[in-house]
């Protein structure tokens, strides 16, 4: 089989990652961490392959992931671990609907999500 057949493969397991609602680097894009112009390039993993950023998503569609270790989140500050919990599983909840949304990728990150929510904020309450 070509490369180019082969799909994105997870760097540490070796196995496909079959689409972008399993896709830790497109997790971290929708975070805002990764640029879209290394979506192309940058090494892929499954999200339960990166168990340290996968432990804050906290939704009943996500069976939890435990870190044993310095990175446990259990051993961090509890502020701290809310704040990542909220914002890492508002990603993940958006990584599973962008692709029925019919948007661009670039309106994919949060922060694109959120200017478009304070829009249209704005847009209902004009007179």
């Known amino acids: 089989m070509a490369k180019c057949e082969l799909g994105y493969l997870c760097e540490v397991c070796g196995a496909e990652v079959e689409d972008i609602t399993q896709s830790d680097l497109y997790l971290r894009f929708v975070l805002g961490e990764v640029e879209a112009r290394y979506l192309m390039t940058a090494k892929e993993r499954h999200l339960r392959c990166n168990p340290v950023a996968a432990q804050f998503i906290v939704d009943p569609g996500f069976e939890p992931v ?62």
């Open 66 to 127: 435990l870190v044993e270790g310095p990175f446990d989140k259990r051993n961090q500050d509890p502020a701290e671990v809310a704040r990542r919990e909220a914002r890492t599983t508002l990603a993940w909840r958006r990584l599973q609907e962008v692709r029925s949304l019919g948007i661009p990728i670039s309106d994919y990150p949060l922060d694109r999500m959120e200017a478009a929510d304070e829009n249209q904020q704005q847009v209902l309450q004009s007179p």
